[in-house]
């Protein structure tokens, strides 16, 4: 129904910049909310920010002010511009949809793709 790749990922140092992509499947990527999650390692996954239908977005406080979630529904696109990035961001980041309004629980979240390293070092 929807499949989700995310690329984008990568080694940036600290204070730097990173923007992760979430390309989509399907002709009905306008209809889900879509968030980004990150694990770390001996970490649990945790919710880093989300994007409602309508555009409205929330994010975790650990990133707020430094990361921005978007879309792009003609291109079934989802983006995470990540700022001021610091070693604590360095994580699996993963790219979630879920047919609720919105949610900050993963388990809400029907597809997940596979995952984009992002390391920044200091």
């Known amino acids: 129904q929807v499949q989700l790749a995310e690329s984008g990922g990568g080694l940036v140092q600290a204070g730097g910049s990173l923007r992760l992509s979430c390309a989509a499947s399907?002709?009905?990527?306008?209809?889900?909310?879509m968030a980004w999650f990150r694990q770390a390692p001996g970490k649990e996954r945790e919710f880093v920010g989300t994007?409602?239908?309508?555009?409205?977005?929330y994010y975790a406080d650990s990133v707020k002010g430094r990361f921005t979630i978007s879309r792009d529904n003609a291109k079934n696109t989802v983006y995470l511009q990540m700022n001021s990035l610091k070693p604590e961001d360095t994580a699996v980041y993963y790219c979630a949809a879920t047919n609720r309004l919105v949610s900050l629980v993963g388990g809400d979240y029907d597809y997940w793709g596979q995952g984009t390293q992002v390391t920044v070092s200091s």
């Open positions: 399907g002709r009905t990527f306008s209809s889900y909310a």
């Open positions: 994007i409602r239908r309508n555009g409205n977005t």
